[in-house]
């Protein structure tokens, strides 16, 4: 162990009472700062979940609206055998849109009637944990309908209806089942079947309106789907992704997180501050040992040394400190900040490299505030201390 | 034998404002290496400026100081803090030991300065003098648990540490009993004729001055006697 060091740690045992504000401060400080950077990336990720948790992150669709996309199976399998897209792209499946009419009674509804590859969209829209009464269509001219349409047109599982389509085309479809997505325009509006049945009513032959993509990382989606565009490289189609879809919500996120770095910041400035002042102060009581160490030799950057030590522990002391605390007001908030039904207000989700590279400013926000006093001790001359007893 | 310190025309003034206060008036001193002085004066006579000019703590406005051969009113910072460390060992007034540390630890102080882990030999030197100086039993407590007495012993033997070849001790004794000066003087004697280092002891005790080999005597910043017995 050093000798700067080992002073340094023997300085911060003696003014007890100075080292626990000092160290408190950091924590208290750091805690806040963990606290509230975990509160809002959770609060952001829950927000971005439930927007675009359960639906397309990147489409490819037809360069001209409403015509279908050609060779489909062709980009798909272009995509997923590219070993850098299988790392970045969780989910790829085909769908099929096509407008339907379907008369109940005197009224006419129209709907959009979607198709899907099943096996391949149901990690993107989890079909199965939404349906509230029967099952996924499995055979072909069988369809699910929202939970809002079977309410107002009075259907029910079992039924049968009759659907126009754009084509003027007549077509009995089954009702295999009811879903609850939780958005009442998906409920009133939406209705879904195989892929097959959407493209035999929509006359797609064997084209589909869109390919459909989920990535691991939303916030890479759009960066994903500008690579996707190069590696197709096709005039006839156009990748589309969710941020540039949702542009307002995204401004939304990035001012949020703007006002939480700068709580962030002015945290640290303000523990900053608190650790240069009460430092400074040590310097100022311990003037009689520097001098005296000085004048048995110890050298200006040594002595220096010693205040920059102190910074350095006291802020990994702090910065520890401040991380549990900070850990544990997080989990007592999930714990007990409850909705009605005993779910937690705001999942909340621990980043760990967030709590890491949080310690690490506080602890080199410490050292930083140590160079002052650190300098003032330098400056200090033996002669003054001896002189004056 | 050699000088080991020597002085030439040195020249100390304070200034305050425009009024210009000279302490020290061309002084011309030198010491012989391993030889036992005492500076004496009444006090305001210039006797503490003159032993922190000689241990390059403070610096004349002109003359020349040699140590041990080397010039040092050129030198560098750095240079100077191991002149300190190395060759002279401070015994001062009030005598200064780090609180925070124990008896041995202030008196391997020095060492660790220059090389934080000390030899067995070292370790085993900074008890020898915690037991020439006569305060092993309490070499494990703080340094504030020790007597005024103790706590002067301790930082002679810190002063001892690096072996140095001057020790200057601004009145050693000053705020201590009768019987605590008088096991001082005689650890101070003793050490000199042990370790042949040399011995300047500022005092106002003229009893204590005469059991020096050497008297100096100091009156406004001017020498005004010079006494070596032998
Ligand atoms: N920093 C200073 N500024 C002004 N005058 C000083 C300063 N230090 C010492 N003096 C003056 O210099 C003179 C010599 O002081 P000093 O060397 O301490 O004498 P002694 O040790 O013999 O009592 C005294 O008159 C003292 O007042
Ligand atoms: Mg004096």
Same mark, same amino acid.
């Given at each position: ?5 080992k ?13 626990? /504000?000092?160290?408190?401060s ?16 959770s ?10 948790g359960?639906?397309?992150q990147i ?62 969209s ?26 809002q ?20 085309? +007549? ?14 325009a998906?409920n009133?509006?939406? @209705? ?13 032959g ?9 990535v691991?990382?939303?916030?890479? @989606?759009?960066?994903?789907?500008e ?17 540039d ?20 910041? /002015?945290?640290?400035? @303000?523990?900053?501050? @608190?650790?240069?002042?009460?430092l400074?102060i ?12 000085k ?18 522990i ?6 520890l400190?401040?991380?549990? +605390? ?64 | 034998? $050699? ?12 200034t305050?404002?425009?009024m ?14 391993? *030889?036992f002085? *005492? ?5 305001? *006579? ?27 009113d050129?030198?560098e ?68 648990e ?16 690096n072996?140095?070849k001057?020790?200057? $001790?601004?009145e050693p ?7 605590s ?5 005689a ?22 001055a ?21």
């Amino acid at each position: 162990m050093s000798l700067p060091f080992k002073i340094a740690l023997r300085f911060i045992r003696y003014n007890r009472s100075q080292s626990i /504000f000092i160290i408190l401060s950091i924590a208290i400080g750091i805690s806040v700062q963990i606290f509230i950077g975990l509160l809002i990336q959770s609060l952001q990720t829950s927000l971005v979940q439930s927007t675009i948790g359960n639906s397309s992150q990147i489409t490819i669709v037809s360069k001209l609206q409403g015509t279908p996309v050609s060779s489909w199976d062709g980009i798909i399998q272009k995509i997923s055998s590219d070993p850098a897209y299988n790392k970045e792209i969780k989910y790829l499946s085909p769908s099929v849109d096509t407008p339907i009419f379907i008369s109940e009674g005197s009224a006419i509804n129209s709907l959009l009637l979607r198709g899907f590859d099943f096996k391949a969209s149901d990690p993107i829209y989890h079909f199965n944990s939404h349906i509230i009464e029967g099952t996924l269509p499995t055979n072909d001219n069988e369809i699910m309908i929202g939970k809002q349409f079977a309410k107002d047109a009075n259907l029910s599982v079992g039924k049968t209806v009759t659907v126009f389509t754009a084509k003027r085309q +007549l077509k009995i479809l089954k009702i295999s089942g009811i879903f609850d997505f939780n958005v009442s325009a998906i409920n009133s509006s939406w @209705a879904i079947s195989n892929l097959q049945t959407a493209q035999n009513i929509g006359g797609f032959g064997n084209n589909v309106s869109s390919i459909e993509m989920q990535v691991v990382n939303v916030f890479d @989606a759009k960066k994903i789907s500008e690579e996707i565009a190069q590696t197709l490289n096709n005039p006839s189609i156009k990748v589309e992704n969710w941020e540039d879809q949702n542009a307002d919500l995204l401004t939304g996120l990035q001012g949020q997180s703007i006002s939480s770095i700068m709580i962030q910041v /002015f945290v640290i400035v @303000a523990v900053t501050l @608190a650790i240069a002042s009460v430092l400074a102060i040590t310097v100022l009581q311990k003037s009689k040992e520097i001098g005296i160490l000085k004048a048995m030799g110890l050298t200006d950057g040594k002595t220096g040394l010693v205040f920059l030590f102190q910074g350095l522990i006291l802020g990994i002391i702090g910065a520890l400190a401040g991380a549990g +605390l900070g850990l544990g007001l997080s989990f007592m908030f999930a714990k007990f900040a409850v909705n009605s039904n005993g779910t937690p207000v705001v999942p909340l989700e621990i980043n760990y490299f967030f709590v890491l590279i949080s310690m690490i400013i506080a602890i080199t926000a410490s050292v930083v505030a140590s160079i002052i006093p650190a300098r003032s001790s330098i400056s200090l001359d033996p002669i003054e201390v001896i002189r004056n007893g | 034998m $050699a000088d080991i310190i020597v002085l030439k025309s040195i020249n100390k003034f304070y200034t305050s404002g425009k009024m210009k206060f000279q302490v020290l008036h061309d002084i011309n001193l030198s010491f012989e290496e391993g *030889s036992f002085n *005492s500076i004496i004066g009444p006090s305001g *006579s210039g006797k503490t400026t003159l032993m922190n000019i000689m241990g390059i703590l403070d610096k004349p406005q002109s003359g020349e100081i040699t140590i041990d051969g080397e010039r040092i009113d050129r030198i560098e910072k750095k240079r100077l803090a191991y002149i300190r460390n190395q060759k002279i060992g401070f015994v001062f007034q009030f005598h200064y030991l780090l609180p925070e540390f124990t008896i041995y630890e202030n008196v391997l102080m020095p060492y660790l300065m220059k090389d934080s882990k000390p030899t067995k030999e070292v370790m085993k030197r900074a008890e020898e003098l915690i037991d020439l100086v006569g305060v092993s039993k309490i070499k494990n407590n703080m340094a504030t648990e020790a007597s005024g007495g103790q706590q002067q012993k301790t930082a002679i033997a810190r002063a001892l540490m690096n072996n140095p070849k001057i020790i200057l $001790a601004d009145e050693p004794t000053g705020n201590l009993d009768s019987q605590s000066t008088e096991d001082i003087y005689a650890l101070l004697r003793q050490i000199n004729k042990k370790y042949n280092t040399t011995f300047i002891i500022v005092t106002h005790d003229r009893r204590i001055a005469e059991r020096t080999d050497r008297i100096v005597e100091i009156l406004d910043g001017r020498i005004i006697s010079d006494i070596k017995k032998f």
